[in-house]
């Protein structure tokens, strides 16, 4: 009998961040059914009447995944099923033409976990930007470099007050793993967000994909967190570094393993610095009020 | 007074809008998930669903959506995990479902919503138009449409009997206003015994299932082809389930086509919805003129029951009064008669709600056919 609920030869690109990240978070599932509005997992998971993914899954459309899994737990429910519905989507699905489903699955507070994994571009149909992609990054359709910061949404579902937030990265796998073993025993709207490094759209070797991930947690450009029923605590390294233990490493570092920021001038790299160090005074700010409110 | 009241009960007659029985038709055709979201004139299709299920008289998980889109997302998704599932929408809310629409089809889940036909804007105009269901035709929705508040009722019942044999979404049509906010004593025959609870298996967790992945060209195919002969085959289906409501409720409501005075017409309109009911008065008064006029009142429109259309017609001179408008073809009704009868005449009326009298119908044909 087959166990794993990933199971070997799915059509990923090698080094995909995407397929661990699915390892990890099905590993730590139980008993659920998974979600995919169209992204690369839609794709990668097979092509009927085969499947590389071992546990139920719904392929739905762009726009519909937060509201097509909220009628799926909701006859679950009906019925007396105990089992999670985890919808699985890229950035695409969730920052942009998602985002609607999402905020109001979000607002109706459904008992659903939705993990978005942000490769901060629309990868399956050939590295277009999206919401998520950042500043300065070379897309197919941002040529000479995104002109507009990212978004963020994981900050969007702490304003819609949800039970859980978190942050992960492709680079820390058993942080992964944890915040969704932690998300599983949360009762409402649960949201995961994992920085997941893209070989092909990011430009970077396929045997990279793990230190990108890491690069991106030690120079601050990504920062790693919960915010559990209105508390917020920084965690991983991200904390280490918030609470002076380890030093930030220079974000150039990180930006020069990519050919996506490739032709990035100087005033743009300040611009990229002046934005992420917003970022960690606004979240710092986040943690001091909600811990001493 | 009260006792009068009392026998009404009795007898399960109740003096309904349109939208509310929809909303009746689906709580005792024992729906369990309904995805809603506001648009006039459907709006109180909802709100009586939500108020029925707060005072506990309906059973069901009610989900307050965001968007007409969703309601349709919630619905496949909740009909796919094994629930009977209902929604209701008009107009610009179901050109907004338009991809769910197709994606509800292919997913082979029986869906079954309420659709108050309206006008699609610009500008805006909430009254009654076809336009925007019948521009669903090639969905593969099933689709009939009512000319009366008995027959949403039951249409309604008979609909989720049809949809989940033949495991395709049905839309149940009818007039903005003209039918979703008039008031008629309607019998709210109880439905248990011609609608047992959905057995549906649902997901299963020990034999997991991947639906929906990637479909190669030849597979592709195939479930096209399936769809295709399950829509053709459902006019089967739709005339056994018609004779057993027949026998079920004592109450014949047509659910493929109706004729009035066929037998010995000469010429016949052809037409669907509220017009239908206007056109029999139509026929009435031409008849007291002496003319022999019939009418055939199309129900289903989707699967089109083409055959008993042509043999209903045949030798006669026919009319096609659409109340929708396919900008360059026409009468969307008229030209699906055209392909079953060859040119047939063709008149709109009513479009957005323009009032449809039996005189105006009266006016239009004679203008037709060279009266003064």
Redesign the interface.
Same mark, same amino acid.
């Given at each position: 009998m087959i166990t794993a609920k990933l199971l070997p030869g799915t059509a990923a690109c090698q080094g995909c961040p995407s397929t661990m990240c699915l390892r990890t978070v099905l590993e730590a599932l139980d /008993?659920a059914?998974l979600?995919v509005p169209a992204s690369c997992t839609?794709?990668y998971?097979?092509?009927?009447?085969h499947?590389a993914?071992?546990?139920?899954?719904?392929?739905?459309?762009f726009?519909?995944a #937060?509201?097509? #899994?909220? $009628?799926?737990k $909701?006859?679950?429910?009906? /019925?007396g099923?105990d089992?999670e519905v985890v919808v699985w989507a890229g950035d695409g699905g969730t920052y942009d033409i998602g985002l609607?489903?999402l905020?109001?699955a979000a607002?109706?507070n459904e008992d659903i976990l939705y993990i978005c994994y942000n490769n901060e571009i629309y990868s399956n149909t050939g590295i277009q930007r999206s919401g998520a992609t950042p500043y300065g990054a070379w897309t197919n359709t941002t040529v000479s470099g995104k002109r507009e910061h990212r978004k963020d949404v994981a900050e969007i579902l702490i304003t819609h007050d949800v039970p859980y937030v978190a942050t992960a990265s492709a680079g820390y796998l058993r942080d992964l793993y944890s915040k969704v073993r932690k998300a599983r025993k949360i009762k409402g709207f649960r949201y995961i967000e994992i920085l997941a490094p893209c070989p092909p759209g990011w430009r970077f070797p396929m045997d990279r994909t793990v230190e990108v991930g890491r690069l991106a947690v030690e120079t601050g450009m990504w920062i790693l967190y919960e915010h559990i029923h209105g508390e917020f605590r920084f965690t991983g390294l991200s904390r280490s570094i918030v609470e002076g233990k380890r030093k930030l490493r220079d974000l150039r570092d990180y930006l020069r393993i990519q050919g996506r920021f490739s032709n990035l001038s100087d005033e743009e790299i300040d611009e990229i610095e002046k934005f992420t160090q917003k970022k960690w005074e606004k979240l710092k700010k986040l943690h001091h009020e909600l811990s001493h409110s | 007074m009260f006792e009068v009241l009392e026998h009404r009960e009795k007898l399960q007659t109740k003096i309904l809008t349109g939208n509310e029985a929809s909303a009746y038709a689906a709580m005792n055709a024992k729906v @369990? =998930?309904v995805?809603g979201y506001p648009i006039t004139p459907a709006t109180s299709v909802i709100e009586t669903i939500s108020k029925l299920i707060d005072e506990g008289k309906m059973k069901? @998980?009610f989900?307050?959506?965001?968007?007409e889109?969703?309601?349709m997302?919630?619905?496949?998704?909740?009909?796919?995990?094994?629930?009977r599932?209902f929604t209701a929408t008009s107009s610009h809310g179901l050109a907004y479902m338009h991809?769910?629409l197709h =994606?509800a089809v292919n997913a082979r889940t029986p869906v079954v919503m309420a659709v108050a036909n309206r006008a699609i804007g610009p500008g805006w105009n909430i009254w009654s138009d076809l336009s925007d269901s019948l521009s669903q035709r090639d969905t593969g929705w099933l689709q009939f449409y009512c000319s009366d508040i008995q027959e949403i009722y039951d249409t309604i019942a008979m609909a989720y009997r049809i949809a989940e044999q033949v495991m395709l979404p049905v839309m149940v049509c009818y007039d903005g206003f003209v039918l979703s906010h008039s008031t008629k004593p309607i019998e709210v025959t109880p439905l248990d015994g011609f609608i047992e609870e959905r057995d549906a298996e649902?997901?299963? =967790?020990d034999n997991?299932?991947? =639906?929906?992945?990637?479909?190669?060209p030849e597979?592709y195919f195939s479930l096209r082809k399936a769809i295709h002969k399950a829509v053709e085959g459902s006019l089967d289906v739709i005339g056994c389930i018609e004779q057993e409501f027949l026998e079920y409720s004592n109450r014949y409501t047509p659910m493929l086509c109706e004729g009035y005075f066929l037998d010995d017409a000469e010429k016949v309109m052809v037409s669907m919805g509220a017009v239908a009911s206007e056109a029999r008065v139509a026929v009435d008064l031409l008849r007291d003129e002496g003319e022999k006029w019939g009418l055939l009142k199309v129900k289903s429109f989707k699967p089109l029951p083409k055959k008993i259309i042509k043999a209903m017609l045949s030798g006669k001179e026919v009319f096609v009064i659409d109340r929708s408008l396919s900008p360059g073809t026409g009468g969307i009704l008229h030209h699906e008669m055209s392909s079953i009868l060859g040119d047939v005449n063709s008149a709109i009326l009513g479009l957005g709600g323009v009032d449809v009298t039996a005189e105006a119908i009266v006016g239009s044909l004679k203008r037709l056919r060279g009266f003064t």
């Open positions: /008993k059914v979600v839609s794709v998971m097979g092509a009927y009447p499947s993914i071992n546990i139920p899954v719904f392929n739905c459309t726009a519909s #937060a509201s097509t #899994a909220t $009628g799926i $909701g006859a679950l429910e009906f /019925k099923i089992a609607q489903a905020s109001g607002e109706r | @369990r =998930f995805a069901a @998980r989900v307050a959506v965001e968007s889109h969703s309601a997302s919630a619905c496949v998704g909740a009909s796919y995990a094994g629930l599932t991809e769910m =994606f649902g997901i299963d =967790f997991p299932t991947t =639906f929906g992945n990637i479909s190669p597979s």
